[in-house]
């Protein structure tokens, strides 16, 4: 992976950092206004997604990435992220294996996240 795909993978990277640490100023410039996060049973508009890392209702704890690849199609990136997750959520810790896949759109020079899937990982 060379180029912009290493600057995804590092975008990828910066973002859990400022869900760990509810950098929601960050977070609102990197998502765009009409995306989609899924969580497991959920679906969660960006303002959804904000206030639910700004009040620490999920708090994205610690994140082990244990497999990162980049697919570029035009303007759109996938980034599809195997991880284990440890959130706090509602007040109970959890750890879950997950794929993560991110969607990003090139936006004039700047990659914007207008989609977020979490798939937990049954088969470990």
Same mark, same amino acid.
């Given at each position: ?16 950092e400022?869900?760990s ?17 899924v969580?497991?049973?959920?679906t969660?508009?960006?303002?959804? $997604?904000?206030?639910?890392?700004? %009040?620490?209702?999920?708090? !994205?704890?610690? =994140?082990?990435?244990?497999d990162?690849? &980049? ?21 109970? $810790?959890?750890?879950?294996?997950? %794929?993560?896949?991110?969607? !990003?759109?090139? =936006? ?5 996240? &207008? ?10």
């Amino acid at each position: 992976m060379t180029g912009t795909g290493e600057d995804l993978v590092a975008l990828s990277k910066l973002k859990w950092e400022w869900m760990s640490t509810r950098d929601t100023d960050r977070l609102d410039a990197l998502f765009a206004e009409d995306a989609v996060f899924v969580h497991m049973g959920a679906t969660f508009s960006k303002e959804q $997604e904000l206030d639910v890392i700004r %009040t620490g209702r999920i708090h !994205y704890r610690d =994140v082990n990435i244990e497999d990162v690849s &980049v697919r570029i199609i035009g303007s759109t990136a996938i980034v599809l992220t195997t991880l284990e997750l440890t959130a706090v959520v509602n007040d109970a $810790e959890v750890t879950n294996p997950f %794929t993560v896949t991110e969607a !990003y759109a090139r =936006v004039g020079d700047a990659w914007t996240l &207008v989609s977020m899937s979490f798939t937990r990982l049954i088969n470990r």
